[in-house]
């Protein structure tokens, strides 16, 4: 198995810009998940998803902040538009019902 | 509600000795425990997981962690550090309901000195 694939791996971009991140999960988990990782404020859990339906989307830090999965293979995050304290490295992860959450190796952004 | 506490967000230990990271839960039900590590620019990745079976779990690389009910605790330890073992590592808490939220601990780094 593949793993968690996520795109782009890193990402710079200039304040007031679009981003969005993408993520792959494993074949078969039912639950993705979207986390935010900085030094400050440690990682975070944005939203997840269960059968493709947003279950929790209260980590969403505010409405530049927009997630999807329009199928079971294929979640996007995005934000619009983006700040530079959005500056972050944002992981996806996919978990079967056994509860193990297998992350993505995370996307480093950088907003100028 | 579920919570958990990871107690020292830095230890430092030399290598071959003991490692022990401290990880406290709360959870209105039997819960589910993790430990992750996470290596410098890598994703999380499950080191070891309890789920109401041997209160002793065994792990990768040589850790295993020990569910206490009574103490509501679940620490990591590793018998010989390694400097391979230089990273971040987190307790987390579930409920088992399938794949739901999960809550992370703050993370503790760990390091290893030669």
């Known amino acids: 198995d593949a793993g968690v694939i996520q795109s782009p791996r890193h990402e710079v971009t200039e304040m007031g810009q679009e981003v969005t991140l993408r993520c792959k999960p494993i074949s078969g988990h039912n639950s993705l998940f979207w986390y935010r990782q900085t030094m400050m404020r440690g990682l975070e859990l944005l939203i997840y998803f269960n059968n493709n339906v947003p279950i929790d989307d209260s980590g969403m830090p505010e409405d530049r902040f927009s997630a999807k999965m329009p199928n079971a293979s294929f979640s996007t995050l995005k934000i619009q538009p983006s700040e530079p304290r959005d500056s972050a490295v944002y992981f996806c992860a996919s978990s079967d019902d056994t509860d193990t959450q297998y992350f993505g190796p995370g996307t480093r952004l950088t907003v100028l | 509600a579920q919570s958990v506490t990871q107690l020292g967000s830095h230890v430092s230990v030399s290598e071959g000795a003991l490692v022990l990271l401290r990880c406290n839960y709360s959870s209105s039900v039997p819960p589910y425990l993790f430990w992750y590590v996470q290596y410098p620019n890598q994703g999380l990745q499950l080191l070891l997981k309890?789920?109401?079976?041997?209160?002793l779990v065994k792990g990768i690389n040589g850790f295993e962690a020990e569910f206490k009910k009574s103490e509501t605790s679940f620490h990591l330890t590793k018998p010989s550090a390694h400097m391979s073992d230089a990273a971040e590592y987190f307790c987390a808490v579930s409920d088992g309901g399938g794949g739901f939220k999960t809550i992370f601990g703050a993370g503790t780094r760990l390091f290893v000195k030669a």
């Open positions: 309890y789920t109401s079976a041997a209160t």
